[in-house]
């Protein structure tokens, strides 16, 4: 069965930092691109990254583009998203999804002093 | 950047009824459309991807239909499961686009 389980969401002040996880099980995962997606408060979904498979391609929504850093760790299953210079708006539920098919239960990540 | 514009904002449907949602894009995106199915509290579900191909497990219920610019969800008789917010979403170009949402509601 495939699973995708993120984790690393929190409460950090404007201007901080969070690693975000995504933890993946059921299938090859090094075969595969994945995407991080997030939905603020009772708003809409939102794309935010893209890493290929092999880690070549990398894609950023201009929103967050110089703030934060995708990568995985094929060996290890793993994806990520390192958040930097965190702003107020940032605060959302992230979600990382596998060519749209699956997706995780999302991490709640709150930016507020 | 591709705008998706999904009409309506909400549908207010009686279980049974048939609704049809509808997607724009601000340019051609070909055939490369998705919709996706999101209920309070959960992660989103893909249910038709490539506009018209049914996702695993989707109840044919469900169908797709457009290209270029123009795209329809339809589903031909609401359960009351189906009662959710419907996402369309593009993968023609980057970046990857949503559309605002549209509420399906119970009349």
């Known amino acids: 069965e495939v699973q995708l389980v993120e984790s690393g969401g929190g409460l950090v002040q404007p201007g901080g930092s969070l690693r975000l996880s995504c933890a993946a099980s059921g299938f090859t995962f090094s075969n595969y691109d994945m995407n991080w997606v997030r939905q603020a408060p009772g708003k809409g979904l939102e794309w935010v990254s893209y890493?290929?498979?092999?880690?070549?391609?990398?894609y950023y929504a201009d929103s967050v583009t110089g703030r934060f850093t995708v990568s995985r760790d094929n060996p290890k299953n793993s994806l990520y998203l390192q958040m930097n210079s965190l702003r107020d708006e940032d605060t959302a539920v992230y979600y990382c999804a596998r060519d749209w098919s699956y997706w995780g239960q999302g991490t709640l990540v709150t930016v507020s002093s | 950047e591709i705008v998706l514009t999904q009409s309506p904002a909400t549908l207010s449907l009686s279980p049974g009824e048939r609704a049809t949602l509808s997607c724009r894009a601000s340019q051609s995106v070909s055939s490369y459309l998705a919709w996706h199915q999101q209920k309070p509290g959960q992660a989103p579900r893909l249910l038709i991807y490539?506009?018209?191909n049914r996702a695993t497990g989707i109840p044919a219920r469900f169908s797709g239909s457009g290209s270029g610019t123009d795209f329809t969800l339809t589903i031909s008789s609401l359960e009351p499961e189906d009662f959710a917010v419907y996402y369309c979403q593009q993968r023609s170009s980057w970046p990857l686009t949503f559309g605002g949402g549209t509420k399906v509601e119970i009349k």
């Open positions: 890493i290929s498979s092999a880690s070549n391609t990398i």
């Open positions: 490539d506009a018209s």
